[in-house]
């Protein structure tokens, strides 16, 4: 076999686990967190803008009554993933959750490619939770007879509604109520993440009190011919239909993706290997049960074609009737939703220092402030690039690449499982997946990890579809913005994670 050039095998060079294993008790960040605060750090991070928006738009445009069976269908995808993350997490307890264990799996240009696509996760899952900010904001305001000017809390490229879905178009405005927010909420992490998890769970609790005081009050109003019929006849597209109900099912499904930051915490928990399985599982399985009783009430109390607004759960509680209600849900949201910022801005910073630790980012990520011990550079960085894009962009288009990103990873994390369980089977791992596996070929194959790579290109594939399609149409915002992306991503490897690479230059790990 012919060997390749070291600069080409620098490219799928392997962090070693025992490097890996070293790293996470290396003392750099404090281990303050207990399994209650990744609990609620996890349903900090997904109870948000999944539930208090991309549930109305997600009706509205796809599936009608059955976006209950399109949170089905995200769900079982993401619990699939969250076992795969529960197993690595509790085997690789470090900070950069998925980015680490693909750089134990596939080698660094894989894990580079998984680090940019965690920017779709966290980066832009913050930017899409600001713009639902910014519309209940500003619908709170509005009751008290305060109107906010449009055109600082509408962004310059704005979703319309169009045959099969919606289209996207270009303003005039820029929403630099969503801006401001997300700069706001990322302050208490240059501090300290003691003091940003306790911020944080003062506000989850509000905003769970929140929806299920809307299910107590609203289940009363449910008109039960709101369901019916329950799967609307396809439109054309992905306008309703089974179409539908898979397209609102990748539109949904970044709604639950907050249980992946649990991981991202691994390397701050106080016992990893039994509190991480604790925080994202339990997170997951919350806020389901959580995310359905709420869909069900917004569902029966609206006309799902109206739903597609900014603030629709405020619009099912003006149905129900109840003034003083309505007043408390957008209290609660624009408070709740501050929660979603602190988690995916903190999510964001920590793949960042792993990725600038390992040299494939400047060292500007990974300084950490001499009090503090907070990646803070990084973290007003993060913050700085979020706030762009909440300003610019609507939450339609965010919330579909933050989806497409999310579902990439968790494949890839999905394959990571099967992979160690192969190359590594003597690991000592305190939560395994269930279900066990079969052998093909002589490979350990896992069932749940198997599972959960199909779901996730099950939730990639209708993304994928609705992006090249509005591309054919003349509709080029989506695809532009995606490519972008991906080109400054490889500019950024090429161009400085190659060279400043600390395995690629020889100094750890070993070539496969």
């Known amino acids: 076999m012919v060997a ?11 962090k070693s686990l025992a490097r890996i294993r070293a790293e996470s008790g290396d003392g750099h960040l404090a281990r303050t967190l207990g399994p209650g605060h990744l609990l609620l750090l996890g349903v900090g991070a997904i109870v948000g803008a999944g539930i ?6 997600a009706a509205a445009h796809f599936a009608g009554p059955a976006v209950l069976i399109s949170f089905a269908i995200a769900g079982l995808a993401c619990a699939m993933a969250a076992l795969c993350y529960a197993e690595l997490a509790s085997t690789m307890p470090v900070t950069g959750s998925a980015y680490v264990y693909a750089y134990s799996t596939l080698g660094e240009l894989p894990a580079w490619a998984l680090g940019w696509l965690l920017v779709l996760e966290y980066g832009v899952a913050g930017a899409t939770v600001a713009v639902g900010f910014s519309g209940y904001f500003v619908s709170l305001l509005a009751s008290f007879g305060i109107t906010v000017p449009a055109w600082i809390a509408t962004p310059f490229v704005q979703s319309v509604p169009a045959t099969g879905g919606y289209d996207f178009v270009t303003g005039g405005g820029i929403n630099l109520i969503a801006a401001i927010a997300v700069l706001v909420m990322a302050t208490p992490l240059v501090f300290g ?5 306790w911020v944080n769970s ?14 107590l009050f609203g289940i009363h109003a449910i008109n039960p011919d709101a369901f019916t019929p329950f799967i609307p006849e396809n439109e054309g597209g992905f306008a309703y239909g089974w179409p539908g109900v898979f397209r609102a099912a990748s539109v949904i499904f970044f709604a639950y993706i907050g249980f992946e930051t649990v991981s991202t915490a691994a390397a701050e928990a106080r016992n990893p290997q039994r509190d991480m399985p604790v925080g994202i599982l339990g997170a997951l399985i919350l806020c389901t049960v959580l995310y359905m009783a709420v869909a069900s009430v917004l569902i029966g109390v609206v006309p799902h074609r109206a739903l597609g607004v900014a603030d629709p759960l405020a619009v099912a509680v003006d149905a129900i009737g109840k003034p003083w209600l309505l007043l408390f849900v957008k209290l609660g949201a624009v408070i709740g939703l501050t929660s979603i910022l602190l988690s995916t801005t903190y999510g964001q910073s920590r793949i960042f220092y792993a990725m600038s630790r390992d040299g494939l980012l400047p060292r500007l990520f990974s300084n950490l402030h001499p009090r503090f011990r907070t990646p803070w550079l990084g973290t007003v960085v993060i913050a700085g690039g979020m706030a762009t894009a909440a300003a610019l962009l609507p939450i339609t288009l965010l919330g579909d690449l933050i989806s497409l990103g999310t579902a990439t990873a968790f494949a890839i994390v999905c394959f990571s499982v099967n992979w160690l369980r192969n190359r590594r089977p003597d690991l000592p791992r305190p939560f395994r997946v269930p279900l066990g596996g079969v052998r093909v070929a002589g490979y350990w194959v ?6 959960g790579v199909v779901m996730c290109l099950v939730m990639i594939a209708p993304l994928a579809l609705d992006i090249v399609e509005k591309a054919l149409h003349g509709n080029l915002i989506p695809a532009l913005l995606l490519g972008g992306f991906a080109g400054c ?3 950024l490897y090429l161009g400085y994670g190659i060279r400043h690479s600390r395995l690629g230059r020889g100094r750890a790990g070993r070539h496969g």
């Open 202 to 215: 003062s506000i989850v609790a509000l905003k769970v009190s929140v929806l299920v005081v809307f299910v």
């Open 446 to 451: 896992g069932i749940v990890p198997a599972f």
């Open 193 to 197: 993440l003691r003091q940003a998890a």
């Open 489 to 491: 991503g490889a500019a």
């Open 52 to 57: 208090y928006v991309m549930t109305g738009a």
């Open 4 to 14: 390749l050039p070291r600069r080409e095998r620098s490219l799928f060079v392997r």
